[in-house]
């Protein structure tokens, strides 16, 4: 087996406004494996800020996983490398369907089947928010998430009733997500406020590690809460699964990037649908290399509803690929290939 990797760095059209503050770039490092003629691909994918993966020593890993990989030894323990994780497992995948873009072989995969996905209203001033909601609605979105948290919460009220003024929950659905922005004390009160304009779930309404008041949230709450953040880091799978049962949260938030590969975010749908709890998966800011592995993963799971895939074009030098979205959803278009890694 020959092994390697190569950083991407990928540029933002206009510089996003998220929880970990505005970001311009991100980087991504491909692992490319080869083996008798075949060729296994992955991207791992770090937020800064976010991913629990050491920004600074990931080189030095994917060195020693390449050196491991050609000389068939013991790979390194990768528990707090879920970016890497997710590469690394990605690319056995090509290997092992001896197809590198092909992880997951279904209707998906083939074109003959899409997944529904919500559109995604990045932070920003109500005017910018208003101008993205008005093009997602053009799109055909009928699912659309919006980031809250980060103004004045009046503005972001204002900009949830312009939306529910001209559409009904039975026509849109709205998801909101605080990224853990609001505090204990008034997040219920924040939660009564929201609940006029029908809100289908928000993530994360206060931040992790406070698993009592979210328990107590998830009871009162008028708005179902998904966890988000609060399942990144949490690689214990007897703690995963303690803490679902404490919280009893409506929805969890897969992100394969984040939470360590598709094996692990097994582990937590598993425990999931063992208590009864919803979920969907989301990707992260990857390039199009991981967009289309999640996807697929996405797919093989017969996951319900709309799902936080591909939510908008959003970097200047993406990878080519055959991702399209038409109509709220994402499909494969395999008339156009994919960019030469
Ligand atoms: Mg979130």
Redesign the pocket.
């Known amino acids: 087996m020959r092994a390697k990797f190569k950083k991407h760095r990928l540029e933002f059209k206009r510089p996003s406004g998220t929880?970990r503050g505005v970001l311009t770039t991100k980087d991504s490092w491909f692992l490319i494996i080869e083996e008798n003629g075949k060729t296994g691909l992955g991207e791992c994918s770090l937020i800064e800020g976010l991913s629990p993966d050491n920004h600074l020593e990931i080189e030095s890993l994917l060195q020693t996983i390449c050196a491991a990989l050609e000389s068939k030894t013991k790979l390194p323990e990768l528990t707090q490398w879920p970016a890497v994780q997710m590469g690394l497992e990605s690319a056995l995948l090509g290997i092992q369907n001896n197809n590198q873009w092909e992880l997951f072989p279904s209707e998906f995969t083939r074109s003959e089947a899409h997944i529904p996905i919500n559109g995604l209203v990045w932070m920003g001033k109500p005017d910018y928010m208003k101008t993205q909601i008005n093009s997602l609605l053009d799109r055909g979105f009928d699912c659309i998430k919006l980031?809250i948290g980060a103004l004045d919460f009046k503005q972001e009220l204002e900009v949830l009733h312009y939306l529910r003024k001209q559409y009904d929950s039975t026509t849109i659905s709205i998801r909101v997500?605080?990224?853990g922005a609001f505090a204990a004390e008034d997040a219920l009160d924040k939660l009564q406020q929201l609940e006029r304009f029908a809100i289908h779930s928000i993530?994360?309404p206060i931040g992790v590690n406070q698993w009592e008041e979210m328990a107590d949230l998830c009871k009162r709450s008028p708005v179902p809460i998904?966890l988000?953040?609060e399942l990144i880091s949490r690689t214990d799978n007897d703690e995963r699964k303690r803490m679902l049962e404490l919280i009893q949260p409506q929805f969890i938030?897969l992100?394969p990037s984040l939470l360590g590969g598709f094996k692990a975010s097994k582990e937590w749908i598993s425990h999931a649908d063992s208590l009864g709890i919803d979920w969907w998966v989301?990707s992260a800011l990857e390039s199009n290399v991981g967009l289309n592995a999640i996807a697929q993963w996405t797919y093989s799971l017969n996951a319900k509803g709309p799902q936080?895939l591909g939510t908008g074009s959003l970097f200047t030098n993406n990878i080519q690929s055959p991702l399209v979205i038409t109509k709220a959803c994402l499909s494969i278009d395999n008339s156009i290939s994919w960019d030469l890694i």
């Open positions: 929880s980031k997500d605080a990224n993530e994360q998904a988000d953040e938030i992100k989301t936080g």
